[in-house]
């Protein structure tokens, strides 16, 4: 009497299918990372010992060329823009809070101008600064 079976199981794995999904995942997620864009400014601010906190909070970047934007967005407002466009987008909030990013290097004069408009509309001001 034989009492072997004839289905022998075979106890190696193949790991051509597995290098295969791990490959085509690699070139799924290198297509789709060249797709995403920020849509943060570079501006060096200047540095100081306190902490910015990112909040969901309405901001003004100020550049080095004396250029304005609100809410990071990539158009540029003008000096005579800013109080109105302040109002704009501050209209419907509860508690409004501005925070201010001057590049470094910005005149103070440009940064008091948008604290002025800031104060005569009763918005909270916050100075964002990098640590040093």
């Known amino acids: 009497m034989n009492f072997r079976g004839r289905n022998k199981v075979n106890a190696q794995f193949n790991m051509s299918s597995m290098t295969d999904i791990v490959f085509l995942l690699l070139i799924f997620f290198m297509i789709t990372s060249t797709l995403v864009t920020t849509s943060a400014l570079d501006i060096l601010l200047p540095?100081?010992?306190?902490?910015?906190?990112?909040?969901?909070?309405?901001?003004?970047?100020?550049?080095k060329n004396l250029e304005y934007f609100l809410n990071d967005n990539p158009t540029s407002i003008t000096e005579d823009l800013v109080e109105t466009?302040?109002?704009?987008?501050?209209?419907?909030?509860?508690?409004p809070v501005l925070t201010v990013r001057a590049e470094e290097?910005?005149?103070?004069?440009?940064?008091?101008?948008?604290?002025?408009?800031a104060n005569r509309n009763k918005y909270k001001v916050i100075l964002a600064v990098r640590s040093k």
Not at 85 to 95: H, Q, Y
Not at 105 to 117: A, C, R, S, T, Y
């Open 85 to 95: 466009e302040l109002k704009v987008a501050m209209a419907n909030l509860e508690n």
């Open 105 to 117: 290097g910005v005149p103070i004069e440009k940064v008091v101008l948008v604290m002025d408009i």
């Open 47 to 63: 540095k100081a010992d306190g902490k910015t906190i990112n909040k969901k909070n309405t901001s003004i970047s100020i550049t």
